[in-house]
């Protein structure tokens, strides 16, 4: 039986990663704008417009398939937010177990089959190539992502995220490299947006959703920022062990603006790529690296 006092924590955890999350979206976009000499939205108008959406009118196509379309938002939130609990906090975990970095891979990509399973069952031919998008961008990035967060696990001899915290070292570096890279695409960053692609297929995966079921999937991509941002962190950021937990909490933190910041710069000199292009790129450069990332674990 899990306690209340757990419970409890973890409804915490959730409410401060959403919080901090939409900040590092509302950073990362007002530095984009400020990169184009725009001024940009304000920091907190993530935070806005999924609040505001809580209020709205939720309207289902008439060819949508009803129970999929409804449900599949609260998957994707559901799937990250275990992601983040499993994520350690200043080394500490809320839920940790021994093989969690397992269960962390199969939540991440959980969360992505919810958008893909919400977007194919909308009816909307914009939506349905927003997916088939999406599938490709899975499978594509998964196997890289997968092997740099193994590369970690396998250097620490350990599969529980709290043992792999502060045991990074310059040996990982390829391992980060491979993990940002797959973060872009993991968030739909340019170039590596073609699922979203405004001006091709209007909002894609999100062109039927309005009010709440759109909300939950606006509060997904700020948890899943949270989430990959920390692990960045847990993985490949050497923390000094003597250090309070309040002061590695903070430095995780830091690290996490660090990245929001670093993502608007590369948005800012890339252009979206053709969805052929994201798959060679990641199935050949990106997954070479993560193979001599990890070769370079396991031998060296």
């Known amino acids: 039986m899990v306690s209340l006092e ?59 398939y009803r129970p999929l379309f409804l449900f599949a938002p609260y998957i994707s939130l559901a799937a ?18 021994t093989g ?13 089959v919810g958008l893909i399973v919400g977007a194919s069952s909308s009816g909307s031919p914009f939506s349905a190539v927003g997916a088939s998008r999406e599938i490709t961008l899975l499978i594509s990035v998964e196997l890289p992502l997968a092997l740099s967060i193994l590369s970690a ?5 350990s599969f529980s995220l709290p043992a792999l915290y502060g045991h990074a070292s310059l040996m990982l570096a390829l391992g980060a490299i491979v993990f940002f890279l797959c973060m872009l695409a993991e968030l739909t960053k340019a170039p590596f947006d073609m699922a979203e692609a405004e001006t091709e297929i209007v909002e894609g995966l999100y062109t039927e959703y309005s009010g709440r079921p ?7 991509t700020a948890l899943k920022f949270f989430a990959l941002a920390n692990l960045f962190v847990v993985l490949f950021v050497p923390v000094p062990s003597g250090l309070e937990v309040l002061a590695r909490v903070g430095l995780q933190l830091g690290v996490a603006v660090l990245l929001a910041l670093l993502i608007a710069l590369v948005r800012s000199v890339a252009t979206r790529v053709k969805i052929h292009q994201a798959s060679r790129f990641y199935l050949g450069i990106v997954l070479a690296l993560a193979i001599i990332q990890l070769a370079l674990v396991l031998f060296v």
Do not use: C
């Open 80 to 97: 990250v937010s275990a992601a983040i609990l499993l994520v350690p906090m200043g080394g500490l975990s809320a839920w940790s177990t």
């Open 214 to 220: 759109l909300a939950a999937f606006k509060a997904y």
């Open 153 to 157: 696990a396998f250097l620490a001899n």
């Open 6 to 64: 757990v419970l409890g924590l973890s409804a915490l955890i959730i409410i401060f990663a959403f919080l901090f999350g939409t900040l590092l979206e509302g950073i990362e976009r007002k530095t984009f704008a400020r990169l184009q000499n725009r001024i940009g939205p304000p920091i907190l108008q993530p935070l806005y417009d999924i609040l505001k959406l809580l209020s709205k009118e939720t309207l289902v196509p008439h060819n949508a």
């Open 100 to 112: 969690d970095v397992i269960v962390l891979i199969y939540a991440l990509v959980l969360g992505i």
